[in-house]
């Protein structure tokens, strides 16, 4: 079940990405959290909320060896 929470800092990250293109990385994401006052981001928060933005259609994921990024399903960069 999705806390409260977790819906209001999805939504900040879905609002990032959709007037921010470009890659999104765990460390971006922590960066947007930080710059947000959101209460002690984690590394695996990040990385879950940047998988279920997938999931939901909004990002496409792009893997390297040693890398996972993130771009808008729309192809802008």
């Not at 460390?27 to 999931?55: F, I």
């Amino acid at each position: 079940m999705t806390t409260r929470d977790e819906t209001k800092r999805r939504r900040l990250l879905a609002g990032a990405v959709a007037e921010q293109p470009g890659e999104w990385t765990t460390r971006r994401v922590m960066r947007l959290y930080r710059a947000a006052d959101w209460p002690a981001p984690m590394t695996r928060t990040a990385r879950r909320d940047l998988a279920r933005l997938h999931r939901d259609g909004l990002l496409a994921l792009h893997e390297t060896p040693g890398r996972r990024l993130y771009t808008r399903k729309d192809g802008v960069r």
